[in-house]
């Protein structure tokens, strides 16, 4: 309940502050916002490297998912049968993509590509994978974001233009609520990154009471190109 009005107070106050602005500069904004999830997606291996390589942000991730979904080294599920470890998958927490991934993987090649030997390692790390990818793409797009966001100021002369500024306003209102959504989409990308966090489980279990939120969680786009990166 709680996270279904989140969404819509979102959704909602881009709508007015896209009618306030007026269709030029909420398009610019949303032109803006695409632009940043293509560049993201193309920087993110740079990122995540980074992130990796400069504070080993995927083992401490690997770690905390062990923790949190209680994965222990040669434990039953290593040598369950490969339905019981596929539904196991299936019960996580996850975009559809992530587990439709990690269950198409789960053999020894997609082992050996992630340097593991066993189906709870392979589990663990194929999440802190995709938590790292997706941390990384919040990161760069956040700071693109913000680029655009300095550039778009130029457009406010259009509010000089009476007629033109009524036609703005109620552009603005539906390309607000286009960005609304968008903004949601990104939002739970980042809460697929807290999904082997505590908090994060606690969120989730807060999206998954709303269906409509579940189903935008569950699929997607942008989830699903983090699984893409992680094999």
Not at 11 to 28: F, Q
Not at 68 to 97: G, M, R, T, V, Y
């Amino acid at each position: 309940m709680a996270a279904g009005i989140a969404a819509a107070v979102i959704v909602i106050i881009s709508a007015i502050e896209g009618a306030r602005k007026g269709g030029l500069l909420t398009l610019w904004s949303i032109a803006g916002v695409f632009a940043a999830i293509i560049l993201s997606i193309s920087l993110n291996g740079k990122v995540t490297a980074f992130l990796n390589e400069q504070i080993h942000l995927d083992h401490y991730v690997e770690k905390r998912v062990e923790k949190q979904l209680k994965l222990n080294i040669n434990s039953e599920l290593d040598h369950a049968e490969e339905e019981i470890q596929k539904e196991f998958i299936k019960a996580l927490p996850l975009p559809s993509s992530w587990k439709n991934t990690m269950i198409e993987n789960n053999n020894q090649e997609g082992y050996s590509k992630i340097l593991t030997g066993t189906f709870t390692g392979y589990v663990a790390k194929s999440i802190a994978v995709m938590s790292v990818n997706a941390l990384a793409f919040i990161i760069t797009f956040i700071l693109i974001a913000v680029i655009f966001f300095a550039v778009s100021v130029a457009f406010h002369i259009v509010d000089a233009i009476p007629v033109l500024k009524q036609m703005n306003a109620a552009a603005g209102f539906g390309l607000g609520l286009l960005r609304g959504f968008l903004i949601v989409w990104i939002l739970l990308t980042l809460l697929a990154f807290a999904s082997g966090f505590g908090w994060g489980q606690m969120l989730i279990e807060m999206v998954m009471e709303n269906p409509v939120i579940q189903f935008f969680y569950t699929h997607n786009i942008i989830s699903m190109c983090m699984a893409l990166l992680a094999f």
